[in-house]
C-alpha cells in the first residue's frame, strides 16, 4: 500500500524587481493611483484601487449588485468603517468570493472577505491591506504597477493610468455635487472698533479723544493710511477724496471690503453685487 503525499504549491523565489523601462508606458510626472481591473467570481471587475492604505477588502453596492452569482447573501458586520476624514460608514454585510489577479500561468487566486458598502463611489472595489499581505504583493506607484510571486513566476497587476485619472475627475465632481447646507457669512464694518498694530501708527495715540475713546474720524485715517502703506491693492485708497486730511469713511469703507474679497474666496461674491454699503453689516449665502 503506498502511501499519498500531498504535493506542496511552491511559489516562485525570484526577486520581485521594478525597472525603469517598465514606466516607460506612462506620462510623467504622474500622482495617479494603482487603479485596474480583476476577475471576481468570475466577472471581471474594472475600477479596482489597490489600496495599502486601507485595513478592509470593500465591494461597493453598485457593482456587488452587477455580479452574476446566484444566491449570494450578505452576512451581518457590526464593526463601523472609518474614512480618511473620520466619518462613519454602515456597512451593508459581508461576503466571501473567489478572486483572481494577473494573466496565465503568473496569476493568483483566493478566497477573499469582502465588506459591502452602500454608497457612491468612483471605484468598484477597494483591495486593501488584508488581501495585499495574504498574497505578499509588492507595489509601485511610480511604475503603477504590483507584482507578487505565483507557482508560474513574478505575477504583475498593471494599472491603467487614463482610468485612474477618470475615477478622479469622478471623485472630485461627486464632492462638488454634494448638497450642504447654506452657509451665512455675516461680514461687520466696525471702523472704530479696529486696533491698529503697535508701532505703525504712534501719532495716531495723540489725536483728539473724548470720553477716553479715539475720535472715529481720526481711526478712519489712520487705518486707511495703515492700509495703503501695507498692502498694494488698496493703494488706489491713497487718492480718494479727503476732507480735512481725513479720508472720507466710504472709500475706506470699499478698501476694506476689497481687501476682504481678494483675500477669502468665500467673500469674493459679495464683489458682484457692488461695493460694500455704507451700513455696518452686509450678509450673503453661499450654496
Do not use: W
Not at 454602515?90 to 459591502?116: K, Q, S, Y
Not at 491591506?129 to 504583475?156: C, D, E, W
Not at 503697535?198 to 479715539?214: D, K, L, Q
Request: glycine share 8%; aromatic share 4%; with cysteine.
Amino acid at each position: 500500500m503506498t502511501k499519498h503525499v500531498p504535493k506542496i504549491c511552491r511559489q516562485s523565489s525570484a526577486p520581485i524587481t521594478f525597472t525603469d523601462k517598465e514606466a516607460d508606458r506612462l506620462l510623467h510626472p504622474h500622482n495617479d493611483a494603482l487603479v485596474g481591473e480583476i476577475r471576481v467570481a468570475d466577472n471581471v471587475i474594472r475600477r479596482v484601487l489597490i489600496d495599502n492604505g486601507s485595513s478592509a477588502d470593500v465591494l461597493f453596492m453598485n457593482a456587488f449588485s452587477r455580479l452574476k452569482i446566484g444566491g449570494a447573501v450578505l452576512m451581518p458586520i457590526q464593526t463601523p468603517l472609518y474614512g480618511f476624514a473620520g466619518e462613519c460608514v454602515r456597512a451593508a454585510g459581508t461576503i466571501n468570493l473567489p478572486i483572481a489577479i494577473g494573466d496565465g500561468p503568473e496569476r493568483v487566486t483566493r478566497m477573499v472577505e469582502f465588506i459591502v458598502v452602500d454608497r457612491p463611489s468612483a471605484y468598484n472595489v477597494i483591495l486593501g491591506r488584508p488581501t495585499l499581505n495574504a498574497i505578499k504583493a509588492v507595489v509601485s506607484t511610480y511604475h503603477l504597477a504590483m507584482k507578487f510571486s505565483t507557482q508560474g513566476g513574478i505575477g504583475v497587476f498593471r494599472g491603467n493610468q487614463e482610468g485612474a485619472r477618470k475615477c478622479y475627475v469622478e471623485a472630485v465632481n461627486r464632492v462638488g455635487q454634494r448638497t450642504a447646507p447654506p452657509i451665512t457669512i455675516t461680514v461687520i464694518f466696525r471702523i472704530e472698533e479696529i486696533e491698529a498694530p503697535s508701532g505703525e501708527v504712534e501719532r495716531f495715540s495723540r489725536a483728539p479723544t473724548r470720553n477716553g475713546r479715539a475720535r472715529s474720524g481720526h481711526v478712519k485715517s489712520a487705518l486707511a493710511e495703515l492700509l495703503r502703506s501695507t498692502d498694494p491693492r488698496v493703494r488706489s485708497a491713497g487718492r480718494a477724496p479727503t476732507r480735512n486730511g481725513r479720508a472720507r469713511s466710504g472709500h475706506v469703507k470699499s478698501a476694506l471690503a476689497e481687501l476682504l474679497r481678494s483675500t477669502d474666496p468665500r467673500v469674493r461674491s459679495a464683489g458682484r453685487n457692488g461695493q460694500a454699503r455704507s451700513g455696518l453689516k452686509k450678509e450673503h449665502n453661499i450654496r
